[in-house]
């Protein structure tokens, strides 16, 4: 069999690529149609596939490819190590129940395990792999209490160490290597500047980080991997959102503002948005529906990007890095156990998930897989 080998093709000037208006044939089959991949997005599975089509199901916000006759999920395993598809809600108001969910799949929640004690107000911060929980109130008594447990692997926390300050409705993110603890409520009720951390695949004490722009409880957090972001608080500079750079040790540096002066939201992000949802105006009014979004590499103040299913104080929020969950927390009238969701990179109002095992407030929240 002869063998043609060609290393570059030119028009007959030599000056460029030859125009083939007819195209190329090979064994009865046009060129062009050789080796190409199909693509959907919709609700539904497409009709007729060939083997390595893509779709995007629109219906759970999942990439899938055609593969032997059947459609499978598309692993992401390149999203940066602080997120995952397993959903942690961890504790509330009188609670120690941890219960989860995958993120990608609507649904209610399952039973997880079990915190040391009844514990609200935590800090809830991953790697992927572990979910650490720090600070917190015990019996309305403020904790330095530092726990964690194996993502993957349903059962009770263990013990990680201590917080440097001992304090409650603070907020907390991660890089996948750090994971930051910041603000608080002290034993004193006022509220803590301190900003410490730890590194989550070793079990030791927290270490001091820097402080905030300034003292403040009951704020949120959230991370692009770069940035660490706290917005909010109970306190007068409620509508502060602040930064740190992870990587580097050091006191917070003033962001931009938020809509308007907010405590107890949530927070959660991808790696390049960040969003608050929900809260309590600082003078009491409230709650609110609003999800407001930021762009975290960018300071800048927040712009509106939806709304919840519902108005919501002290509720939780994770993401998978594409969508992001917010679940529990007080509405206008009771405690809830609804589960609402978003897509991160799209703009609109929460969609319905699911429910949390029990009703909770004051709870907390990471993800991992």
């Given at each position: 069999?002869?063998?043609?080998?060609?290393?570059?093709?030119?028009?007959?000037?030599?000056?460029?690529?030859?125009?083939?208006?007819?195209?190329?044939?090979?064994?009865?089959?046009?060129?062009?149609?050789?080796?190409?991949?199909?693509?959907?997005?919709?609700?539904?599975e497409p009709s007729s596939p060939k083997n390595a089509a893509l779709w995007f199901d629109t219906d759970d916000d999942v990439l899938k490819m055609y593969v032997n006759d059947e459609w499978v999920q598309v692993d992401y395993s390149n999203l940066p190590a602080w997120f995952g598809d397993r959903g942690l809600f961890v504790g509330g108001n009188g609670s120690n129940v941890i219960a989860y969910v995958t993120i990608s799949t609507p649904g209610n929640a399952t039973d997880f395990g079990d915190l040391a004690s009844?514990?609200?107000?935590?800090?809830?911060?991953?790697?992927?792999?572990?979910?650490?929980?720090?600070?917190g109130l015990v019996s309305n008594a403020v904790t330095n209490l530092i726990d964690y447990v194996t993502i993957s692997t349903a059962g009770n926390t263990t013990d990680f160490g201590d917080l440097t300050v001992a304090r409650s409705y603070l907020g907390s993110c991660s890089d996948g290597v750090k994971g930051m603890f910041g603000g608080g409520m002290l034993v004193n009720y006022s509220g803590s500047t301190t900003i410490d951390y730890v590194t989550i695949a070793t079990t030791a004490n927290a270490i001091d980080f820097g402080d905030l722009t300034a003292g403040r409880a009951q704020l949120a957090a959230c991370s692009d991997g770069t940035y660490g972001v706290f917005g909010g608080g109970q306190s007068t500079v409620g509508i502060t959102i602040d930064y740190v750079t992870i990587a580097t040790t050091g006191n917070a540096t003033d962001f931009g503002d938020l809509s308007e002066?907010?405590?107890?939201?949530?927070?959660?992000?991808?790696?390049?948005?960040?969003?608050?949802?929900?809260?309590?105006?600082?003078?009491?009014?409230?709650?609110?529906?609003?999800?407001?979004?930021?762009?975290?590499?960018?300071?800048?103040n927040s712009t509106d990007?939806?709304?919840?299913?519902?108005?919501?104080?002290?509720?939780?929020?994770?993401?998978?890095?594409?969508?992001?969950?917010?679940?529990?927390?007080?509405?206008?009238?009771?405690?809830?156990?609804?589960?609402?969701?978003?897509?991160?990179?799209t703009?609109?109002?929460?969609?319905?998930?699911?429910?949390?095992?029990?009703?909770?407030?004051?709870?907390?929240?990471?993800?991992?897989?």
């Open positions: 069999m002869a063998t043609l080998k060609v290393n570059t093709v030119t028009n007959a000037a030599g000056t460029g690529s030859p125009d083939l208006p007819d195209g190329i044939t090979i064994n009865n089959t046009v060129l062009a149609s050789l080796n190409t991949m199909d693509y959907y997005a919709q609700s539904g009844a514990r609200y107000g935590i800090g809830a911060c991953s790697n992927g792999s572990r979910g650490v929980f720090g600070g002066a907010k405590s107890f939201m949530a927070s959660c992000s991808n790696s390049s948005r960040g969003l608050f949802g929900g809260g309590l105006n600082v003078s009491g009014s409230g709650p609110f529906n609003a999800i407001e979004y930021i762009t975290i590499a960018t300071p800048g990007f939806g709304d919840l299913t519902a108005a919501t104080q002290q509720l939780a929020a994770c993401s998978n890095g594409s969508r992001g969950i917010f679940g529990g927390g007080n509405t206008s009238s009771s405690t809830t156990n609804v589960i609402a969701y978003v897509t991160i990179d703009l609109g109002n929460a969609t319905d998930f699911g429910d949390l095992t029990v009703a909770e407030n004051y709870l907390s929240s990471c993800s991992g897989d």
